[in-house]
């Protein structure tokens, strides 16, 4: 089972570009977590989908957007990249809010 | 702002000996929730543990949950070297929208 899967694994960007983020589960959950993770700082929720067809903001999601294109897909973009979003970026999905996530191995992002 | 707060931030064991690290959180929860990341690598769900429990077991993982006191532990006991990774706390509150709050974590360095 892939579980989890993120793409691409690494990238480097030049500020104001922008790109998107792919994250796909074949697990059949409903809920699906974008996060970046800095030093220091933990993880820190960008926005979270609890069912298909929606999605919320969570603690930090200024600067960034995102798409549940179906039950399997969650994408995170950036419109406008800034260095200040050079992070590690996590996805997750569980079968429902509160429940246990399982993440993706991530994608490390640079912004020059 | 974080939620959980993990204490210590680093441990340094020896193979075999147990090791024990904290979890404080600020409000009230639903659920919390503990997780392991190795190096480069996603999280893992190790435990849940709802906030009527007061204490579960999962192998060698001992988790206890005191909400008078907002405050989880993990004892892992008899360590190995393939214990050695980042460990979060995350809580689940009670009020409002569903966001997921993850700690700082403890970096766990088990020595053989």
């Known amino acids: 089972n892939a579980g989890v899967t993120q793409t691409p694994k690494f990238q480097v960007l030049k500020t104001g570009q922008s790109m998107t983020l792919q994250c796909a589960q074949d697990?059949?959950?409903?809920?699906m977590y974008w996060y970046r993770q800095d030093p220091g700082m933990g993880l820190r929720l960008i926005y979270y989908?609890?069912?298909?067809?929606?999605?919320d903001k969570g603690e930090v999601p200024n600067g960034y957007n995102v798409s549940r294109l179906n039950k399997r897909e969650f994408s995170l973009r950036l419109e406008s990249a800034a260095p200040s979003q050079t992070s590690v970026y996590f996805c997750?999905?569980?079968?429902?809010?509160?429940?246990?996530?399982?993440f993706g191995d991530g994608t490390r992002l640079s912004i020059l | 702002s974080q939620q959980g707060e993990e204490d210590p931030q680093a441990l340094s064991i020896q193979e075999g000996e147990n090791a024990t690290m904290n979890c404080s959180y600020k409000t009230s929860i639903n659920n919390l929730q503990w997780y392991r990341q190795n190096s480069g690598r996603g999280l893992v769900h190790l435990i849940l543990?709802?906030?009527?429990?007061r204490e579960k077991h999962s192998g060698r993982l001992r988790v206890t949950l005191d909400t008078s006191k907002k405050s989880s532990s993990l004892l892992i006991t008899a360590s190995r070297a393939a214990d050695t990774a980042s460990y979060f706390c995350?809580?689940?509150?009670?009020?409002?929208?569903?966001?997921?709050?993850f700690g700082t974590g403890t970096r766990l360095k088990v020595l053989a």
């Open positions: 543990i709802r906030s009527n429990e």
């Open positions: 989908s609890a069912s298909e067809g929606t999605t």
């Open positions: 697990m059949n959950h409903n809920s």
């Open positions: 995350a809580t689940d509150g009670t009020s409002g929208t569903y966001k997921s709050i």
């Open positions: 997750a999905s569980s079968e429902g809010v509160s429940q246990p996530q399982h």
